[in-house]
């Protein structure tokens, strides 16, 4: 199993410009999350998704977009790169237990953006 | 959201016990703990998890007071290779798949030969 995956490994934009960040998981979870990582700030929530075809809004979500098409995958977009969107993102997933508090994510190895 | 505070940083000589604390004073009835696990250049690694009480697993322990506004990750017999950053995560689950996740910005443990 290769885990979570991330598409990207790095990126530079020039500001306004648009890209999208793949994520993939080969463990069949239900739920998959969107982090982005600044120095000294440790990890904000950007959006979430607990199923196919649903998303909802984390801790820091305005300039980002998700979709989520199919179960495996989710989709982050920067339709407008700011510099202020320089950072690591990651993508973690996590299955769905009968004790929904259950939490155990799994992280990708991360995608270093820089906005010029 | 759940505010979650850790120690910036911690050194440790090879084979001691650590013990790294997260304040998490607003902490509600339904939020729970976890601790993660950072390397350089890496996601973050799932640790433990827990409610109250105290919770063991292979690699670690967590203790919550009855309270529960703070937690506390113990590393038995630390090696040089748990040099890394350690996250305090409050995760808030409000049903039906919603969720408020609350990381800590991180305590660096040195691990010092």
């Known amino acids: 199993n290769a885990g979570v995956t991330q598409t990207p490994k790095f990126r530079v934009l020039k500001t306004g410009q648009s890209m999208t960040l793949l994520c993939a998981q080969d463990?069949?979870?239900?739920?998959m999350y969107w982090y982005r990582q600044d120095p000294g700030m440790g990890l904000r929530l950007i959006h979430y998704?607990?199923?196919?075809?649903?998303?909802a809004k984390g801790e820091v979500p305005d300039g980002y977009n998700v979709s989520r098409l199919k179960k495996q995958n989710f989709l982050l977009g920067l339709e407008s790169a700011a510099p202020s969107q320089t950072s690591v993102y990651f993508c973690?997933?996590?299955?769905?237990?009968?004790?929904?508090?259950?939490?155990?994510?799994?992280f990708g190895p991360g995608t270093r953006l820089t906005v010029l | 959201l759940a505010k979650t505070t850790q120690p910036i940083s911690m050194d440790s000589y090879e084979g001691q016990e650590v013990n790294i604390t997260c304040s998490h004073n607003?902490?509600?009835?339904?939020?729970?703990i976890t601790w993660y696990q950072q390397f350089p250049s890496q996601g973050p690694r799932f640790i433990i998890q827990?409610?109250?009480t105290k919770v063991t697993n292979e690699v670690a322990s967590l203790f919550i007071p009855a309270d529960r506004k703070s937690s506390t990750l113990s590393l038995p017999r630390v090696s040089l290779s748990d040099t890394a950053v350690y996250y305090c995560?409050?995760?808030?689950?409000?049903?039906?798949?919603?969720?408020?996740?609350?990381f800590g910005k991180g305590t660096k443990l040195s691990v010092i030969p």
């Open positions: 973690a997933s996590s299955r769905v237990t009968n004790r929904g508090w259950e939490n155990e994510q799994f």
């Open positions: 463990m069949n979870h239900e739920y």
């Open positions: 998704s607990v199923g196919e075809g649903t998303t």
């Open positions: 607003n902490i509600a009835t339904n939020d729970y």
């Open positions: 827990g409610y109250k």
């Open positions: 995560l409050v995760v808030q689950y409000s049903g039906a798949g919603s969720y408020q996740l609350t």
